[in-house]
């Protein structure tokens, strides 16, 4: 349900266009690893996923369960509450490697948060937790990176700007880009699967953002 609310609604907020590499390929039971910017890009990328016939299970901070409507229907499809800094975050890779076993693809935020920056430029992804490298250690699931850019022209910056920039995505419609990687199957130690992976997810969003740069510029009159 939510991956075609998400399909319903991005095109609302903005333009989206999705690109891949050669070789990239959403196989049953892959962890999708993707950067993080804002509160919109989810959505974006979920959005996106569906495009091309996927439906993730997402790991998503735990604090979006308390909300009555949105956390019954996270409960109700499976999605995966990540509590941070708590020793109940072990039970989030549980779950996910139990989905991964299903055949269903996991979409995780290696950064583990979004950026505490108030513009809405893009920025390479910041440093990745080591949650996405035990996963795929214990599972032995491939990696599929992905970069969005964009999302921040949604949505960004204090909660007031959060709120404006929502109610006038409407109206603004702003470009949004969704890059899938080609997938990786990292091996050796949990420092160098979580730098491959981080070096592929920064490598998506650079495609991505220079596709977002080119459809900008291709939207401005001569």
Known sequence: MLSRIADILVPVVGRLSVTCDPGAHLAPGSIVAANHTSLADPAIVVAALRRLGAEPVIMAAAGLWRIPLLGRALAREGHIPVVRGDRRAAASLDAAAEALERGRLVLIYAEGGLPRRKDA??????????????????????????????????????????????????LRRPDLHVHIGAPLEPTGGRVLRTSTAHTAVTAAWRTAAHRLGEASASAVPS
Do not use: H, Y
């Open 121 to 170: 430029a893009e920025a390479a992804p910041g440093t990745f937790r080591s949650g996405l490298a035990r996963l795929a250690e214990r599972t032995g699931a491939p990696i599929v990176p992905v970069g969005q850019a964009g999302a921040r022209r949604v949505t960004s910056g204090s909660p007031v700007k959060q709120f404006g920039g929502l109610v006038t995505a409407p």
